[in-house]
T-cell receptor, first 113, second 113 residues
Framework: NAGVTQTPKFQVLKTGQSMTLQCAQDMNHEYMSWYRQDPGMGLRLIHYSVGAGITDQGEVPNGYNVSRSTTEDFPLRLLSAAPSQTSVYFC????????????FGPGTRLTVL | GDSVTQMEGPVTLSEEAFLTINCTYTATGYPSLFWYVQYPGEGLQLLLKATKADDKGSNKGFEATYRKETTSFHLEKGSVQVSDSAVYFCALSDNTGGFKTIFGAGTRLFVKA
């Protein structure tokens, strides 16, 4: 099993550009989520999904879109990048979401100039 | 809303020293509690968890006990090694129907040889 994979590992964008961060898991997990990690702030939930076709907002959803067309994939789209979106982004999955262990990808380090 | 508070770091210890990282939480329901560890350049991985009051989670010499009366879940290890140098995150997950995990800000641990 590859677990949770994320691409790219690093990305530099200019303000206003759009891009998609890819996330895939091969564990047949129902629950997937996106977090951003900023210094001194821990991880903050951006969006999550409890199954294919179902998504919901987390703590900091503005400026991001998600979709979940398959169980395996959960891409995160930045519509118009801003310097405030410079961060490390982690995708995670878990079997059910309720009190379950989350499995994290290796992260994408994004810089917006 | 739910929240997690961790002691600020960094924590610097010599090898074989005793480690305590404090974690307290605020929750309206009956959460499960977790400690995750992040090694340099990697995503988070579960270290241990406890799902109800008085449960003790343990793994790799680390322990934490779910104390409902003090709303705490402090992480301890009797003798740290250089390889334990990492960032440690305390987290809670709501059992009452939500699907969100709340993370603390993280505590960086440095262990010197």
């Amino acid at each position: 099993n590859a677990g949770v994979t994320q691409t790219p590992k690093f990305q530099v964008l200019k303000t206003g550009q759009s891009m998609t961060l890819q996330c895939a898991q091969d564990m047949n997990h129902e629950y997937m989520s996106w977090y951003r990690q900023d210094p001194g702030m821990g991880l903050r939930l951006i969006h999550y999904s409890v199954g294919a076709g179902i998504t919901d907002q987390g703590e900091v959803p503005n400026g991001y879109n998600v979709s979940r067309s398959t169980t395996e994939d959960f891409p995160l789209r930045l519509l118009s990048a801003a310097p405030s979106q410079t961060s490390v982004y982690f995708c995670a999955s878990s079997r059910t979401g309720r009190i379950d262990t989350q499995y994290f990808g290796p992260g994408t380090r994004l810089t917006v100039l | 809303g739910d929240s997690v508070t961790q002691m600020e770091g960094p924590v610097t210890l010599s090898e074989e020293a005793f480690l305590t990282i404090n974690c307290t939480y605020t929750a309206t329901g009956y959460p499960s509690l977790f400690w995750y560890v992040q090694y340099p350049g990697e995503g988070l991985q579960l270290l241990l968890k406890a799902t109800k009051a008085d449960d003790k989670g343990s793994n790799k010499g680390f322990e934490a006990t779910y104390r409902k009366e003090t709303t705490s879940f402090h992480l301890e290890k009797g003798s740290v090694q250089v390889s334990d140098s990492a960032v440690y995150f305390c987290a809670l997950s709501d059992n009452t129907g939500g699907f969100k995990t709340i993370f603390g800000a993280g505590t960086r641990l440095f262990v010197k040889a």
